[in-house]
């Protein structure tokens, strides 16, 4: 075994979980952390040799914080339901954690939407830091796309993590959609000054950005679904940002 604890946090993830645990029982620790599913999901993790502990997600920073700190390994790997460590990889954190030259490690994620592996538009390897010491490693406590803090200097790995999150484009817009939600709390939190003009600029910036410069288009139709709804992401944001703020006036 690996001296390794693998951190996952679930939430209804009846269809994945089972192959993302698959991918990871070599490890020495696997830890799940559930927000209360309604489905099988907690049913199918006590199958595996896992620690469960149930939590409600308050805010997504310390969530994961308070999830890696159950951990009983120096290293922790984060990995989400939806998300599996091919053979490559293993081989890969195995040496990682014995060279001990870093307090932290990213890993490319190769992004599926259906059966399609998106290539382009900075989707691949759209690296992310999820191998890391825990005494060294911690995010910020915000709702929406936590900054990550690393004691120490990060190191690359080469092999993939697979991330099949979207099954089909409806859930990568009920993403967009839930995700805009989390965004204009934030904004409305931060008392983040945002007006018409600058929020459409932002919204066709987005697009372009994403489809030209970084050759979303290379990925045809997908290419431009999510250019698309990169742009509507902006907009949904502010839209749902003026209504929040116009509650609070009326209340």
Not at 44 to 67: P, Q, S, T
Request: with cysteine.
């Amino acid at each position: 075994m690996v001296k390794l604890s693998v951190v996952v946090l679930t939430k209804n993830e009846e269809s994945c979980i089972a192959q993302c645990l698959e991918s990871v029982k070599w490890a020495d620790e696997i830890i799940v952390v559930d927000d209360e599913s309604s489905d099988k999901t907690v049913e199918i993790v006590k199958r595996y040799n896992c620690k469960v502990f149930l939590r409600k997600m308050d805010v997504e920073g310390r969530h994961r914080n308070w999830a890696y700190a159950q951990a009983r390994n120096q290293w922790v790997l984060s990995l989400d339901a939806d998300e599996t460590v091919t053979p490559e990889l293993k081989l890969e954190i195995e040496q990682a954690i014995g060279s001990g030259g870093f307090a932290a490690y990213d890993i490319p994620l190769r992004n599926f939407i259906s059966n399609y592996w998106v290539k382009y538009g900075g989707w691949y390897p759209a690296s992310k830091v999820r191998l890391f010491q825990k005494d060294k490693f911690k995010y910020e406590e915000a709702e929406v796309h936590p900054r990550a803090f690393i004691d120490g200097s990060c190191g690359h790995l080469k092999s993939d993590i697979v991330h099949r999150g979207y099954p089909d484009l409806e859930h990568f817009l009920n993403s967009v959609n839930r995700q805009s939600t989390l965004e204009a709390v934030k904004w409305v939190k931060t008392g983040r000054k945002m007006t018409l003009l600058w929020a459409s600029w932002r919204a066709i910036d987005r697009f372009f950005r994403r489809y030209i410069y970084k050759g979303s288009y290379k990925d045809g139709m997908y290419g431009f679904v999510i250019a698309y709804f990169d742009m509507l992401y902006q907009i949904l944001s502010y839209v749902k940002f003026r209504e929040m703020k116009n509650k609070s006036k009326i209340r």
